[in-house]
C-alpha cells in the first residue's frame, strides 16, 4: 500500500509560481510511474502532467506546456511539479497519482491551488 502526501498548495495571483511536491511511503517508489492530476469545482478529474519510474520520460496536457515542469527525485521518495505563470483557470485542487500495471493505483488527499485574477 503507498501513502501519498501533497504539499505546496496556496493562493497566488496570476502570473505567479507555486511547487508542488508529493512524499510517497510503503512501497517502492522508483517502480511506480507518477502523475499529478486537479480537478476544479463542477468538472472532472484531469491529468496535468506525468513522468515514467526513471524520470526519462515526461509528458505534459497542452494547456500547461510551456508553464508546468514535472520531475523526481527517487532517493527523497519525492515527485514535483513546478508551476509558473499560473493563470485563473489553473485554479483547482491537485492530487498526486502513483501507479503501477497491472493494477496498481493510488492517490493522494489533495492539495488546493487558487489563483487570483
Known amino acids: 500500500q503507498v501513502q501519498l502526501v501533497e504539499s505546496g498548495g496556496g493562493l497566488v495571483q496570476a502570473g505567479g509560481s507555486l511547487s508542488l511536491s508529493c512524499v510517497a511511503s510503503?512501497?517502492?517508489?522508483?517502480?511506480?510511474?507518477m502523475a499529478w492530476f486537479r480537478q476544479a469545482p463542477g468538472k472532472e478529474r484531469e491529468l496535468v502532467a506525468a513522468?515514467?519510474?526513471?524520470?526519462?520520460?515526461?509528458s505534459l496536457a497542452d494547456s500547461v506546456k510551456g508553464r508546468f515542469t514535472i520531475s523526481r527525485d527517487n532517493a527523497k521518495n519525492t515527485v514535483y511539479l513546478q508551476m509558473n505563470s499560473l493563470k485563473p483557470e489553473d485554479t483547482a485542487v491537485y492530487y498526486c497519482?502513483?501507479?503501477?500495471?497491472?493494477?496498481?493505483?493510488?492517490w493522494g488527499q489533495g492539495t488546493q491551488v487558487t489563483v487570483s485574477s
Open positions: 497519482n502513483a501507479n503501477k500495471l497491472p493494477y496498481s493505483n493510488y
Open positions: 510503503g512501497g517502492t517508489f522508483s517502480s511506480y510511474a
Open positions: 513522468i515514467s519510474w526513471s524520470g526519462s520520460g515526461t
